[in-house]
């Protein structure tokens, strides 16, 4: 039989449906809403066939406003940083690394084959984001960010090190951020200003997360999350990357769905 899994976020919730043999035969995310109503609307949107599902698997912070079961199928619930975790870890195929989980906020989280240990976290996240977009500039999606951050120049916005000084610095090109909104001048248009925010918001949560990971033999760090999806948030960290020796960013597919792929995952390894 098939399983369900739900990772209730703050933001979203995320669902899949996953067969005997591991396979996803379905996915979906949704803004949040309860999680019996997200249920319902997977169930008829993809045409799944409660009587086929054996259990649902529930992690996030919205699995208390369930009990032992929805509708007679027993529900397991899953700790949110395990799921993290352990999801992170299958979608690389790792078996040591740091999991950084972007969601609303951001998680750090120490994961070696089945022991995961959160270290922390940040209220810098997908949430800071979008809605300093929405906010400053009346931007509303992350389609609407990503194409902005297209047409976006950060010399209107960010202070360099080629800003404050014509000597070589060692390690630090002349492009590496001295201050983030730093330079911010007449001259910046709104797209501007939305790659400002999000190089901000990447730049930000990479650093922290190389100091995280500095304790680690394994210098990996895998990012999951839906902000880990957006392409600029690749090109930030490979520059963050590149100014510390050995560190090694990873957003492996399906990086959106990483907690609740790991939430199922956890249960089927016990």
């Known amino acids: 039989m098939n399983v369900i899994g739900i990772d209730a976020g ?14 996803i035969l379905h996915k979906l995310m949704l803004e949040k809403t309860s999680v019996y109503k997200s249920l319902n609307t997977f169930i008829e949107m993809k045409s799944i066939d409660k009587k086929n599902i054996s259990n649902i698997i529930l992690t996030g912070v919205g699995e208390d406003e369930v009990l032992n079961d929805i509708d007679g199928i027993p529900v397991i ?15 690389a195929n790792k078996e040591e690394a740091l999991v950084v989980s972007i969601g609303t906020g951001t998680a750090f989280v ?3 084959k089945d022991k995961f240990t959160h270290i922390g976290g940040t209220g810098i996240g997908g949430g800071t984001l979008i809605n300093l977009c929405k906010k400053l500039e009346n931007i509303n999606s992350i389609d ?4 902005s951050i297209l047409n976006g120049k950060l010399e209107n916005v960010d202070l ?15 492009d590496t951020t001295s201050a983030n909104f730093g330079k911010l001048n007449n ?16 730049e930000s949560i990479g650093v922290m997360a190389v100091f995280a990971a500095q304790s680690n033999v394994n210098k990996n760090i895998i990012v999951i999350g839906n902000a880990a999806t957006m392409p600029y948030s690749k090109i930030v960290l490979k520059r963050v990357a590149n100014l510390h020796k050995g560190i ?23």
Do not use: C, H
């Open 144 to 147: 609407e960010i990503n194409n």
């Open 110 to 112: 120490n994961a070696k």
């Open 160 to 174: 360099t090190v080629g800003d404050i000084t014509t000597k070589e610095i060692k390690d630090l090109p002349k």
């Open 248 to 270: 090694q960013f990873i957003i492996p597919e399906n990086a959106e769905f990483g907690t609740v792929i790991g939430a199922i995952k956890t249960v089927k390894t016990k």
């Open 77 to 91: 619930k899953v700790d949110e940083f395990a799921a993290i975790g352990k999801g992170g870890l299958y979608l």
């Open 10 to 23: 703050t933001s979203f919730i995320k669902l899949i449906e996953e067969d005997e043999q591991g396979n």
């Open 187 to 202: 001259n910046a248009t709104s797209d501007d200003i939305i790659r400002g925010i999000a190089t901000m918001v990447f």
